[in-house]
């Protein structure tokens, strides 16, 4: 998309070949009788052309072009007068191949993590997601196992100060 955007057209199109496979798996599996799948991967390419200008490059292509392509449907869905059946969890289907979930967790918690001191990030991943006891982790590290239960509480407590909602607000503006 990024090549696109710069005015690369063999990318592009690349680009537009691979989605509209992905389109077609998707639309597949979601449109019930009386939907054309093939139609709602046509306005969606089409959509993705006329609006590639909005997207922000700072961000993952697959959420933009998802949210386009769940949109799509919703409004073929609402113009037909049926319902979709498909729970927004399964997102990660149009896109995602199976097994990626880890590394986008693992991407996205170095991420969150990046603000820690070193210590205290390995301190986390190593007992909260490696399985490390809390004394395996003072071994390792030449560290009481208070200070190391300390070290992780703070860590924690920080990154909950700064993704956690804030109290009396909402995320969500009212209409």
């Known amino acids: ?6 005015g690369e057209a063999e990318p592009y199109r690349r680009l537009l070949n691979e989605l509209s496979a992905l389109l077609r798996g998707y639309y597949g599996r979601r449109c019930p009788p009386g939907l054309d ?3 709602l991967v046509q306005e969606t390419l089409i959509a993705v052309h006329t609006r590639r200008a909005t997207y922000d490059a700072g961000q993952p292509f697959t959420a933009w072009a998802y949210a386009i392509a769940r ?3 919703i409004d073929a869905l609402r113009r037909a007068r ?3 059946r498909a729970p927004a969890e399964e997102a990660d289907a149009l ?3 199976a097994g990626a979930d880890a590394a986008m967790a693992a991407r996205d918690l170095e991420r969150v ?3 820690l001191p070193e210590r205290t990030r390995a301190l986390i ?3 909260k997601i490696d399985g490390l006891s809390t004394r395996e982790a003072a071994q ?3 560290m009481t196992e208070s200070a190391v239960k300390v070290a992780i509480h703070r860590g924690l407590k920080s990154l909950g100060g700064k993704y956690a909602p804030q109290e009396g607000g909402s995320d969500v503006e009212d209409d």
Do not use: N, Q, S, W
């Open 71 to 73: 949109y799509k449907l």
């Open 140 to 142: 390792k590290h030449g």
């Open 113 to 115: 993590m990046a603000d």
């Open 37 to 39: 799948a093939e139609d």
């Open 82 to 84: 049926l319902h979709l």
């Open 125 to 127: 991943r190593e007992t």
């Open 1 to 6: 998309m990024l090549a696109g955007l710069a």
């Open 95 to 97: 896109f995602v191949p």
